[in-house]
């Protein structure tokens, strides 16, 4: 089966622009996240989705960041105006619901760096 | 809330050598948990999980991790190291039931030296 697609793969932009994630789940997989790695760190939980409804978004930064699942497939994650330490990998990632106790499948992420 | 502490940045050991690579967590209520390893420029890949019934779970590569509920650790472990081994490894937990949100460790390097 194919895996989370990404892109883009790298994106270099400077403070006070604006920028867009796209993800695209594993087929069937109901639950799809978005995560912030910052170098030396592990993922951080930005936002989960069940289907196109989020179900935990606690950790996301709202006055900046905003994501959306419309129709429950893909998913785009937007930054607007961006920071010099929003500088990090942003994985997306998706699990199947019928197995919610399942591992979750990582993309490739997108390294975003911010000048 | 719920947290994961791997204590070592890096472990090194050597190729043929068993590998042993500590976590631990604390949660309120019963956890599942989890290994995922990472290459360079690459997504996590997962591991193996805990989630209920024998203590001892073994997942991919060779790679195998005990659940000890009284030390509230999940190290994982490896007999025999590869170079190819050497990668990032990350450690994470969540509670059981509902949709609950995972929380990863800050990972810990494994150098296998040849």
């Known amino acids: 089966e194919a895996g989370v697609a990404q892109s883009p793969r790298y994106k270099i932009i400077e403070k006070r622009q604006s920028v867009a994630f796209w993800c695209n789940p594993i087929s069937g997989h109901a639950t799809l996240y978005w995560y912030q790695q910052i170098l030396g760190q592990g993922p951080k939980l930005l936002i989960q989705f069940q289907n196109n409804g989020v179900v935990d978004d606690s950790q996301l930064p709202k006055d900046r960041f905003s994501a959306e699942r419309l129709k429950g497939v893909d998913s785009t994650l937007k930054i607007q105006p961006a920071k010099l330490e929003d500088s990090a990998v942003y994985l997306c990632?998706?699990?199947?619901?019928?197995?919610?106790?399942?591992?979750?499948?990582f993309g490739p992420g997108t390294r975003l760096t911010v000048l | 809330a719920q947290s994961v502490a791997q204590p070592e940045d890096q472990v090194n050991v050597a190729e043929g050598n068993p590998l042993t690579v500590k976590c631990t967590y604390s949660v309120s209520g019963n956890p599942y948990l989890f290994w995922y390893v990472q290459y360079p420029n690459r997504g996590l890949q997962f591991l193996l999980k805990y989630i209920t019934g024998d203590n001892l779970v073994k997942g991919s590569y060779g790679f195998e991790a005990e659940f000890n509920k009284s030390q509230t650790s999940f190290h994982l472990k490896k007999p025999s190291a590869l170079v190819s081994d050497s990668a990032l490894y990350f450690c994470a937990v969540r509670v059981s039931g509902g949709y609950q949100k995972v929380t990863f460790g800050i990972g810990t390097k494994l150098q296998v030296i040849p």
């Open positions: 990632a998706s699990s199947s619901l019928r197995r919610s106790r399942n591992e979750q499948f």
